[in-house]
């Protein structure tokens, strides 16, 4: 699998040269990542498409007895000084129980890169993130029902940390070739630590809209809300970031694949040209690549 320019060109994003050597580590991961790719393509196989990276649409369901691979590759870049650049890594097998309920195992990994970024520490480090169970239910068809309505629960632990994750999926498909879908999230994660337990709250809202082109490829737009709260109460906003942009989706019958570039357009509290690059990033990029056998 070749990687998109703009994730090969991670400096570019950041605004600053520096990376290159984020970039150097990346590189070394890509054999690990792209090996269960490349030997399942040569597998004959049909997949059910995902036109957004960010939102989940109700649809993105397995038929029954089908399997599939999916591949994530998520980057982070950005301080308001200093260097960083974080890949979140993902590599996912999901399973169709029943037409309408699909399953899913995923391992996650992550590689962050950080130089004298303010109130971080140097270092640049490759760690295991746990492992994740994943459960979809489609209560509604966007193609039969006026909507499109999927349930969606995941729990993910290192054995350090619990971390669950709730979505309510809308989406729709209208007018032949548009598509459009909204996510409401909700995370909720426990650190385990010797003399205290962390909790954390964020609240994610996702939106996004893909036109057509051809039979093969769609681009779009999507939109992310990105809320983060101390502890569990709403009334105690820790952070708030606002980003948009486009993506571009490729499908043929046997593999598909899709990448969304988000950079951060607003954020509270400020740190500095309406953004906030304390508790978030300036640009991410999501890459995600599946095979269904």
Known sequence: MKLHPTLHS???????RKLQSPCRSFSRLCAILCTPILLASFITVRADERVFTYSYEADSILPKG???????????GGKEDGVFARWDIREEFEYGVTDRYTTALYLNLRNTHSDGVPGSSDLDRFQFK???????YQLLSPYTDPIGLLLYGEITTDGKELELEEKLVLSKHFAEDW????????????????DETEKELALELTAGLSYK????????????????FHGF????????AYFIGPNVHYGTEKWWATLTVLPQVA???????GLNLDAHERVEVRLIASISF
Request: with cysteine.
């Open 10 to 16: 991670c400096a570019d994003l950041n605004g600053s």
């Open 66 to 76: 089908a399997m599939e691979f999916e591949q994530w590759i998520t980057y982070k």
């Open 130 to 136: 746990g492992i994740s169970s994943e459960n979809k």
């Open 179 to 194: 598509t459009a879908a909204f996510n409401l999230v909700l995370e909720e994660e426990w650190e385990f630590e010797a």
């Open 213 to 228: 082109l051809t039979q093969r490829w769609s681009v779009g737009l999507e939109a992310l809300n990105v809320r983060k």
């Open 233 to 240: 109460s709403f009334g105690d906003r820790e952070s708030n």
């Open 267 to 273: 954020g509270s509290p400020d740190t500095g040209s």
